[in-house]
């Protein structure tokens, strides 16, 4: 046993377990079940290890647990990147060694199972406490007592096997105090705010859907529920209800979890029973006037052991805390041990909440012992300092124990757009001495607080907490555009001029993020530290912004702002950096790119690259290492050129625009820094982001308007259509037809493509940004406001009109003679404009949603609300009902809903042959076409007869008139309790009413059956028909395996349907539901529309289940008898794809399969994308595909279109299985399918194995490509090639990786690939093609020699081709199919010679 093993095994032997090995690696469902673990037919297991990691100098880091595997972790440098996202520290992991430090691991075989170690960035490691570091709680733990933190080397501290006790929580019914139930806080129920809602209509016995404190203040997130003072009130839909919520009664304070035994710095520990301590509390109110509250008053007592819990002081005897009166209280404490401060505060409610505190008395009824504290201050928002909470040190020995101190709060919010706040903000600091309670930070030397790029300083005064280690911040989330971007906060402590730095860089916002509004930071070593991580973590996050710039085939320039110049490199090979936009010796292709290193060659001269040899700017030809340079990014967007081979020599010109080495001048007057812009970004078809930050983007929004806020996602994706030379329009990608505009003084999204959106592009070369300046409207400008959205503006230079585009496909110049001239271009637009106005608005742009219409309620003026003030009158026939009724109605722009129709006395309402009327604001929707009600089935009396609904327009007095006369009953008629009436135009509906007839298919899978409630709503071009309850089938049973249920949906006509959304409630896994498909007809129609699932309801994905999925359309026409179930079942097969379980597994892209068998090949069948929760780590999706008539499969192509943000794939296994035969092959795969992984290939092949013959074997195939010695023969497009063989073929593949040189396809260069294939016997036929994308796209192919052997025989075949591939040469043609010319011998070197 080696020295290190030993020393792991002696630490390990006295520290106990850590506090996550008590977890299961298998996580729970929200049912609280755990899922069975998959991948049992492996038979040959392997072997993990169960680590945990440590920071070190840490204690205050908890730990990780890595699970250590071949398949996880193929190198030990995987691992240290792996740790480097979880372990926070400034360099990342890049040192792992035994837990005193004293012996480094540099193997993962040096890894013992079960042990842990400590990670750090440097060779140094400081040795931490793992006892106290498995201490540490949880966020949503009770904090730990005073002592733990005030005695520095305690030799015995509490049992590391106790685990933390969950936090108590006391729930009060809404107006009946009496009520009450405590809950514990734990993970189970805490998974999110809905699930703890619905464990408390459990415990509660009554639907509980809001949450108040116990003043009425409403408690809006899971967050809030943590940090509250200890007692909620649970509410259903009525308000809050005023009463006497006495928590103190009911939340005596317990000893803190964890902590089970008094530490004695002597070092003798033994148990002890605290008993609760009697406390007589004096509290006497000032007596001028106006000095009493109306206010709830509470205290925190802290003492050496621990801290009480908030203590609310209630009378029963009148009204309390009244000018001049003295109010005595006893209150029972556990044993907190000799108090050393208190905490006074109200919570600032009532009419008159203002409150000025003489003076405190406290006296231990158990003892005797008094304590007097003298306040002589307001707790007041508008007096003093503002504070309603204060804190003071008691007396010993005549003496303040602490002296009270004013801290110095610097809160930082980032520079994003939208990163300010109006919410309320508050803070909690933690000292070694205690914390300071949760206080509002709302007194800033600035005018308004939180504010985007805004430093706020507060003043937070407090009882000295000692060292501070951490602090708690968040915000209640109330107010518009309340989500949060915290860079960093610093708090300076007065008393030992000591400043304390917590960095957060991170979004406090439901909507981003990990949706988290509090977090808790620990504090850096100092403030130094904090700044140079800030300074590390901008130019990271530059880089990510800017390095799509140095892709592969791209042409750059180099601007200096220093002299105003470009950066030329001449034929005779000398440089300088006064070049204009237009020199063309001032242009550069990115003909290598490995990371941040990159060849940058002369666009002009392509012998030429730039180059530092010996710290000397130059011109060299070849690839030599001096032509290799490092781009390092500074946060200003500026980029560094540094040498590779020799860190440290960068490229420099003094202002003359010479080089460093040539000029004389001072080091002031050097440059090191350059603006890099990108050839070609705005050309025709182009899809670009427009950036606002560099991690922003300018975003089109679901009811039109623009935010520069928008996450860099393919939402924000915008097609460029070139008008003519520096004129462009901004087509969404996500919602097409919607271009970007100014017109009438407003910026938004929702032009259609004529003069309105035609920009100038303004390009500034000081930081490679552009502005968008209006055609028609010169001098406005596309720019933001402070929260984003964007809006027409005067240009001032400021950076709110600056975007910095990024491309994500390149578009293309037209060829002569084919561009649109303006005349035409508007005759188009004229057309479309045509055909928009045949349509129905809904068609065009489809609707809004109910967010879009709140918000639009809120911007609007008075003169504006009125027209979208309607009466709403509702007539019900014989038969009234008392459940929920709800509204939607539909315009051709929009919808608003649901509207709840309720007052005040709901058992009024809706009453037998009684009209009830309300009042709603429905917003700008545009033309009304019809209105969805419905009811919620509650209630005694579920049925309700409708007969008629009437809108009529408050403003203008228009009428519409539903005549409804249905039954809305789950019982009688159509089984359906939400029906939808059409808008009447001269006695004729404008849509007509259809029934939709709706076929549910169940699998024939084992356990496919569900009893669970299944839901439908259908999506057209005209909107939703809202989710319908799928309740009266044809059969008696629903559901059922292989049985086919019949349903009927009546609702307007909804056009051409696109989608369908399908949910399944299952209470637990056994009744999971599979669904094989979905079929809409249409009454009269001459189609039916399918919309295919073939998957289980609910599902898991990335530890997450989804009650529901979105199926699209695919149409088939009805010319024939529907196949009976026998023969539609005939040649199916189910396919399992299993994902395998590394930690980035799943792909975003787009998986194909292709099926080969002795008669016919079928393919591709497309599996579907990961970007509708497919292909997760760790996860088995189920297919099902007919494979009829294809004869003995022999082999699958399996591989995906590299799509999507994160398209690299880890498959593990791919499990075939014929459904009548029950025959089943298990294909193993365990390779990653991406382009930056092993060979860089996207396919893999895979023989099938049967006992009867020998599968066929796996070929290596190396493919020598020849281009051509013409000018111009090179091409930077992406290369693909197909060889088919006698045995089929090996699907088009993409030539990535060459084996011989770095950039690919040069002039008389020789490339040689490899692919991997089955067997294709003799090769018959190659197809080769290129994209087309690239600045340089032509390309002349010489020939290509392709060599494979198998076991019996090899193969070398030459196919000959000289020609071009090139859209404007030769044949036009960019595919060409070759055929063997001759054999080629084994010694042969007939490929051209180089250029």
């Given at each position: ?15 106990s ?90 193997r993962?075989?040096?890894?013992e ?35 733990a ?76 529920v ?43 520990a ?69 108090p ?19 003076e ?9 012992k ?75 030397k ?41 860079d ?10 000591h ?12 909507g981003?993020?990990d ?107 070849g690839?030599?290492?001096?032509t ?55 050309l ?44 462009c ?21 929702t032009?259609?493509g ?31 406001q ?80 009125s ?18 009724v ?7 722009e ?36 019809k209105?969805?009600?419905?009811h ?58 259809v ?46 395996r ?26 637990d ?22 919309f ?28 024939h ?7 539609a ?25 292709y ?7 079928l ?22 595909i ?21 398209p ?14 029950s ?34 074997p ?40 060459s084996?011989?040189?770095k ?20 090769l ?18 010489e ?10 025989s ?42």
């Open positions: 046993m080696s020295y290190a093993t030993r020393e792991v095994n002696k630490v390990s032997t006295n520290m377990e850590t506090p996550s090995t008590s977890f299961s690696t298998i996580h729970r469902t929200s049912e609280g079940q755990v899922p069975s673990r998959r991948h049992l037919s492996i038979t040959h297991p392997v072997v993990a290890k169960r680590i945990s990691f440590y920071k070190s100098g840490d204690p205050q880091f908890g730990g990780v647990r890595v699970v250590i595997n071949p398949r996880s972790f193929k190198t030990f440098d995987a691992l240290l990147d792996n740790l480097s996202r979880k372990v926070p520290l400034p360099f990342g992991v890049r040192n792992i060694s035994t837990p005193r430090g004293r012996h480094n691991i540099t993962l075989e040096e890894l199972d079960g042990e842990s170690y400590l990670c750090s960035h440097g060779r140094k490691v400081q040795p931490v406490d793992l006892d106290r570091a498995r201490r540490r709680p949880r966020p949503w733990l009770s904090s730990l007592a005073i002592s933190h005030a005695s520095r080397h305690p030799t015995v501290a509490a049992a590391p096997s106790m685990p933390c006790a969950p936090r108590r929580l006391l729930v009060f019914r809404n107006g009946d105090p009496k009520t009450r139930r405590t809950v514990l806080l734990t993970r189970r129920v805490t998974q999110s705010f809905e699930a703890f809602l619905q464990h408390l209509t459990v415990v509660m016995q009554r639907p509980v859907t809001k949450l108040y404190a116990t003043d009425g203040r409403k408690v809006p997130s899971l967050q809030a943590i940090l509250s003072s200890g007692a909620v009130v649970a509410a259903g839909k009525e308000p809050f209800k005023p009463g006497n919520y006495d928590v103190q009664k009911y939340l005596l304070p317990a000893r803190l979890p964890g902590i089970s035994h008094r530490v004695h710095r002597k070092g003798n033994r148990s002890e029973n605290r008993k609760s301590v009697n406390w007589k509390i004096s509290i006497i109110t000032s007596d001028f006037p106006n000095a009493g509250t109306s206010s709830q008053i509470y205290i925190v007592l802290y003492g050496h052991h621990r801290s009480s819990a908030p203590i609310y002081l209630y009378g029963t005897d009148g009204v309390r805390f009244q000018d001049g009166h003295e109010d005595i209280f006893t209150i029972t404490v556990g044993d907190i041990g000799v050393f401060k208190i905490r006074i505060g109200h919570t600032n409610s009532g009419h008159a909440p203002s409150w000025h505190c003489k405190i008395q406290l006296q231990n009824m158990n003892c005797g008094q304590f007097y504290i003298p306040v002589q201050r307001w707790l007041a928002r508008d007096k003093d300092d503002g504070e309603i909470c204060r804190e003071f040190p008691l007396l010993s020995k005549g003496q303040w124990v602490l002296p009270v101190t004013t801290y110095e709060v610097y809160v930082a919010t980032g520079e994003l757009w939208n990163a300010g706040t109006v919410a309320n903000v508050y803070i909690s600091v933690y000292g070694k001495k205690g914390d300071s309670g949760s206080r509002q930070l709302l007194r800033s600035s005018s308004f607080n939180f504010l985007r790029g805004q430093t706020d300083s507060f003043l937070l005064e407090a009882v000295h907490l000692g060292n501070l280690y951490k602090i708690v911040i968040g915000h209640d989330g109330l107010g518009p555009g309340n989500g949060w971007f915290l960093d906060v610093v708090v300076k402590d007065p008393t030992t001029n400043e304390y730095a917590f960095f957060c860089h991170r979004w406090l916002d439901q981003e993020g949706g988290k509004i509090v977090r808790e930071i620990y504090a850096r070593d100092n403030s130094i530290f904090s700044a140079r991580q800030k300074l590390e973590l901008k130019s990271k996050e530059t880089w990510a912004a800017e390095s799509w710039k140095f892709t592969k085939g791209n042409t750059l320039q180099f601007y200096n702002r220093l002299t105003g110049g470009f950066v030329r490199l001449h034929p005779d090979g000398t440089v300088d950096a006064i070049g204009e936009k237009t020199d063309k010796y001032g242009l550069f292709d990115v003909i290598f790119n490995k990371g941040n290193i990159c060849i940058f060659r002369s666009h002009e001269m392509r012998h030429l690259s730039l180059a530092l040899d010996n710290g000397f700017v130059t011109g060299m030809a690839r030599g290492t001096p290799e340079l490092r781009v390092i990014y500074q946060h200003s967007r500026c980029a560094l050129l540094e040498s590779a081979l020799v860190p440290g020599h960068t490229l420099v010109f003094d202002r003359q625009g010479r080089r460093a080495e040539e000029s004389a001048a001072g080091y002031a007057d050097l440059s090191k820094e350059f603006v890099i812009l990108v050839k070609g970004v705005f025709n078809s182009a899809v670009i982001l427009l950036a606002t930050s560099l991690c922003q983007a300018l975003c089109l929004q679901s009811d039109g308007t623009c935010t520069g806020a928008g996450n860099q996602s393919e939402k924000s994706y915008w097609k460029v259509h070139k008008i003519s030379s520096g004129i329009m901004f087509e969404s990608t996500k919602n097409t037809q919607m271009y970007l505009r100014i017109k009438d003084g407003l910026c938004d999204g032009g259609t004529d003069a309105d959106c035609h920009f100038k592009i303004k390009k500034n070369l000081e930081n490679a940004s552009i502005s968008l300046e209006s055609v028609k409207s010169p001098g406005l400008f596309v720019g933001l402070p929260d984003g959205k964007a809006k027409a503006v005067v240009y001032t230079k400021e950076e709110n009109v600056c975007f910095y585009p990024q491309v994500i496909q390149f578009g293309r110049e037209n060829p002569m003679g084919m561009s649109a001239t303006p005349i035409q271009r508007e005759g188009q637009i004229q057309k479309s404009e045509n055909q928009k106005k045949m349509l129905p608005a809904s068609e065009v742009r489809g609707p809004l949603p109910t967010s879009a219409t709140k918000i639009l309620h809120s911007q609007t003026s008075e003169t504006l609300l027209e979208n003030e309607w009466k709403v009158s509702v007539l019900t026939g014989d038969t009234g009902t008392q459940a929920s709800t509204l939607w109605i539909y315009g051709d929009g919808v608003t809903g649901p509207i709840s129709l309720s007052k005040d006395s709901p058992e009024q309402l809706f009453l037998p042959r009684h009209k009830a009327e309300f009042q709603v604001e429905i917003g700008s929707i545009g033309e009304i076409y209105i969805r009600i419905g919620d089935g509650s209630s005694r009396q579920p049925e309700w007869s409708l007969q008629r609904v009437t809108m009529q327009h408050m403003k203008s007095k228009k009428v519409l008139d539903f005549v409804a006369d249905v039954w809305l009953s789950q019982i009688q008629a159509d089984g359906d309790s939400v029906c939808e009436l059409p808008v009447m135009k001269e006695g004729q509906p404008i849509f007509p009413l029934k939709y007839q709706v076929e549910v298919y169940t699998g024939q899978l084992k356990q496919a059956e569900t009893e669970s409630e299944v839901s439908l709503c259908l999506y057209g071009e005209r909107g939703d028909s809202g989710l319908r309850l799928l309740h009266k089938s044809n059969m008696p049973v629903r559901f059922r292989g049985q086919i249920d019949k349903f009927q949906v009546e609702a307007v006509s909804l056009g051409k349907l696109q989608k369908v959304l399908l949910r399944c409630e299952a209470c896994k056994s009744q999971y539901w599979y669904c094989e498909k979905i079929v809409v007809m249409e009454p009269g129609a001459a189609s039916e529309s399918i295919t699932c073939e998957r289980w309801l609910p599902f898991m994905s990335e530890g997450i289940i989804h009650s529901e999925i979105e199926l699209y359309h695919q149409e088939m026409q009805i010319n008898q529907p196949k009976i179930q026998e023969e079942n005939d040649g199916d097969w189910k396919v399992t794809i299993i994902t395998g379980d590394l930690e980035s597994a799943g792909t975003t892209a787009t998986v194909s399969l099926v080969y068998g002795g008669t016919r090949y393919g591709p069948i497309i599996l579907g994308s990961g970007k509708h929760q497919l292909f997760n780590s760790n996860s088995a999706d189920i297919f099902k007919n494979l009829q008539d294809i004869g003995e499969i022999y082999k699958i192509r399996i591989g995906h279109d590299n799509s999507g943000k994160d690299s794939w880890y498959l593990e296994e791919v499990r075939l299985e014929n459904i009548a035969t025959e089943v092959f298990c294909l193993p795969v365990d390779s990653w399918l991406a382009e930056d992984e092993n060979e860089g290939d996207t396919w893999r092949e895979i023989p099938i194995v049967r006992t009867s013959a020998a599968p066929l796996v070929v290596v195939y190396e493919i020598h490509i020849y281009t051509g010695r013409k000018p111009g023969a090179e091409t930077d497009c992406n290369v693909f090639i197909n060889l088919i063989g006698t045995r089929g073929d090996s699907g088009k593949r993409r030539l990535h990786q084996k011989s040189n950039a690919r396809f040069q002039c008389g260069q020789v490339d040689i690939f490899s692919i991997k294939a089955v067997s294709l016997g003799k018959k036929t190659v197809v080769i093609s290129h994209d087309g994308t690239g600045p340089g796209n032509g390309w002349f192919l020939s290509i020699v392709v060599k494979s052997e198998e076991e019996e090899s193969q070398e075949v030459l196919f000959l081709c000289n020609r071009w591939l090139d859209e404007y040469q030769d044949d036009g043609k960019t595919e060409r199919e070759l055929i063997p010319e001759r054999r080629h011998s084994a010694g042969g070197g007939s490929g051209p010679t180089t250029c």
